[in-house]
């Protein structure tokens, strides 16, 4: 069954969220020591002051409210997704996928262009916000990928195009795995590509490959601890706002393109997010998870690279895993793309899944 759905966040949880941040206990920091020991001392207190008494979460939820949320049930789990038709009556369906440490709410600015030609169905993977914690082992990709094929046929679409970036991009390509005579495509703004001796690289992807290799052999903190003990550090980020607030907020000040303009009120949306449903530890177990291998993804793909990414994706490496029909290059935006240049973004998008249409 699929329930119209409205966020109404109880006035008890914000008050105790402003009551913890008025209490936040800090740590010392090093004299001038910047970003060489982690997130900035002056900076978090900022934000944090911010989010006390000058963040509005009404105002937000209101705005959020505007659109049309949903819930269902699909494998046992409770599902939230945000579905927006489109105008044209027999538009492609469009099936939006966000990641870690992100949600819906990194598709807000490309609903109303996207929306002029696709059905959109923008869902919280399990374990992340309104769709709330997981409660067993085992949502991987591929089992998110199922719940979303699921989705969509309770939906009534019976062919569609799938989008993701950073988990999102896992799960988009599992979907087309599992089902590929339902889906036409698959366009992802993150694609981790590994070395492989036999293919003959430039110049400038043997650079791109250098530090995907130093990613590898120096794997960041934030992934080591939610890949193994995502619990330990759950209890952490649960338990204190501003702990929460230093471990998304440190993503997106290293994620993005410094040239990017995601305001302070847009990243708190976020983080309110997390904080407000509790679901930090469900979200990091997500880390774990992913670490199972997937299917090869036997439908069309396209692969947006931006500059500023964790990693940039090597093209004649993805060639060997996929079926790479549109590949774009951009020197704007980073990990958060349809937040940070969504026009570029959407156009994209758009291009890539028009074209498979005439494919059809």
Known sequence: ???????????????????????????????DAGWDYGFPLARLKELAEHWRTGYDWREHEAELNELPHFTTE??????HFVHVRSSKPDALALLLTHGWPGSFL?????????????????P???????SGATRERGWDYVRVARAWAELMRSLGYERYGAQGGDFGSGISLALGAVAPERVVGVHVNYLPTRPDPGVELSEVDEVRLGKVRQLMANRPPYQALQAATPQTIGYALTDSPVGQLAWIAERFAQWTDPRSQIDDDRMLTGISLYWLTATAASSARMHREAQRR?????????????AHDITLSVRPLA???????????????GHFAAMEVPELFAADVRDFFLARIEDR
């Open 106 to 122: 990194e598709f807000l600015d490309v609903i109303e262009p996207l929306s002029r030609d696709f059905h959109l169905v923008i």
């Open 124 to 130: 919280s993977i399990p374990g992340f916000g309104f």
């Open 294 to 306: 997937t299917e090869p993804c036997p439908v069309p793909v396209g692969v947006a690279v931006f």
């Open 319 to 333: 060639e060997r895993l996929h079926d790479i029909r549109h590949w774009s290059e951009f020197e704007r935006g």
């Open 74 to 79: 699909i494998d046992g789990q409770h599902i």
């Open 1 to 31: 069954m699929i329930t119209p759905f409205r966020i109404d966040v109880p006035q008890a949880d914000l008050d105790d969220l402003n009551d913890r941040l008025s209490r936040a206990r800090w740590p010392n920091e090093i004299a």
